[in-house]
């Protein structure tokens, strides 16, 4: 049977449910992953060459793309269930020539990849990416039709949404953990700034975007019909209303430790409290609450839920704001992969 798979991703909606599926998949057969994403060369571009010139910083942040956000969040699903993976990212302007090499470097058994991603309905045409994967591999691809594999309609697409933002707010818990755990090893202070802006990120995106949106949408429906779910929900109302104060008290014991080193045990306990509290949260939501949501919501409500999630359910925290989470979650996450030496 299958001992390790390559996962290629790009970014798209359907790829968060092929990381779900994936995940789903090796942790049955006992397997491990090797999750892969490849990039533009961005530098060979009219655009990337006069960008470098005149705004390097601004270079680097297109250079780098996505790539280890995409490949964070996979890597925070897999770690939800204790599954062994790794990830690469490649540049190239053909993608599937580099999962094709990956695979080969990896000693990977198996492709598992989607049938289409970010192009919809042209990918079935000749010449996209999974179908030059099909007719030049080496080793058995399995196409995952992953938008049959998880509840229909509203409620997958919301589902996938939910996920993919708990993914970001784990990856960014990973990121501090890292952080932190260098630090003990080296037995040094930690980059400061960027466990400040890990924090940042965490106590804004939660606060503002995501929780919210929960309780409006997911929490009111669910409890308007079954009261199987009051206490839990109770709970996690709670958590959040309690969310911004714990946050608040590891930046306060970051700010001390700029000026007493003695502090950083202090942090250092603080953080692991910290990012205990929030991993329960977000596995409660997803064993209990999603569940749960599935058996009692209707694919009305389901629709609303989606469209909150997707439309952010206010304008105030849509469009451009949304965006620029992204952007600052993108740039974490590459600092964060240049600190773990990812590939």
Same mark, same amino acid.
Request: charged share 25%; proline share 4%.
């Given at each position: 049977m299958y001992r390790h798979l390559l996962v290629p991703?790009?970014?798209?909606?359907?790829?968060?449910?092929?990381?779900?599926?994936?995940?789903?998949?090796?942790?049955?057969?006992?397997?491990?992953i090797t999750f892969f994403t490849a990039r533009e060369d961005f530098g060979a571009s009219?655009? !990337? $060459?006069?960008?470098?010139?005149? %705004?390097p910083q601004d270079y680097i942040d297109e250079a780098a793309g996505d790539a280890y956000a995409?490949? $964070?969040? %996979?890597?925070?699903?897999?770690?939800? =269930?204790?599954?062994?993976?790794?990830? =690469?990212?490649?540049?190239?302007?053909? &993608?599937w020539e580099l999962i094709l090499q990956v695979a080969e470097e990896r000693g990977c058994d198996l492709i598992f990849m989607a049938s289409h991603g970010r192009r919809g309905l042209q990918a079935f045409v000749p010449g996209s990416q999974t179908q030059k994967v099909?007719?030049?591999?080496?080793? &058995?691809?399995?196409?995952?039709?992953?938008?049959?594999?998880?509840?229909?309609? $509203?409620?997958?697409?919301a589902i996938g949404i939910i996920l993919d933002e708990h993914r970001s707010i784990a990856s960014v818990l990973a990121g501090l953990r890292a952080a932190m755990r260098e630090a003990r090893e080296r037995d040094t202070l930690p980059d400061l700034d960027f466990i400040a802006a890990l924090l940042h990120y965490i106590k804004?995106?939660?606060?503002?975007l995501h929780h919210p949106k929960e309780e409006r949408f997911l929490f009111s429906k669910l409890a308007a019909r079954t009261r199987d779910a009051d206490e839990i929900l109770a709970v996690l109302r709670h958590e959040h209303e309690e969310g911004g104060a714990i946050v608040a008290d590891v930046e306060a014991a970051v700010e001390r430790c700029r000026t007493d080193r003695s502090s950083l045990v202090t942090l250092a306990l603080t953080v692991d409290a910290f990012i205990e509290s929030q991993w329960r949260h977000l596995n409660t939501e997803e064993e209990i609450i999603l569940p749960a949501a599935l058996e009692h919501l209707t694919e009305a409500d389901w629709r609303e839920v989606e469209q909150a999630f997707r439309e952010n359910?206010?304008?105030?925290?849509?469009?451009?704001?949304?965006? !620029?989470?992204?952007?600052?979650?993108?740039?974490?996450?590459?600092?964060?992969?240049a600190g773990d030496n990812w590939q």
């Open positions: 991703l790009d970014g798209s909606e359907l790829a968060t449910n092929l990381v779900t599926q994936s995940v789903e998949f090796a942790r049955t057969l006992g397997a491990r009219g655009e !990337g $060459a006069l960008q470098r010139t005149l %705004a995409i490949l $964070a969040k %996979a890597k925070a699903a897999a770690g939800q =269930v204790e599954l062994r993976c790794d990830t =690469v990212v490649r540049t190239g302007a053909r &993608p099909l007719a030049q591999a080496r080793l &058995p691809v399995l196409v995952a039709t992953v938008e049959r594999n998880m509840p229909a309609g $509203a409620a997958r697409a804004s995106f939660p606060e503002v359910g206010d304008s105030r925290v849509g469009g451009e704001y949304d965006e !620029g989470f992204k952007k600052r979650f993108a740039k974490l996450m590459n600092v964060t992969a």
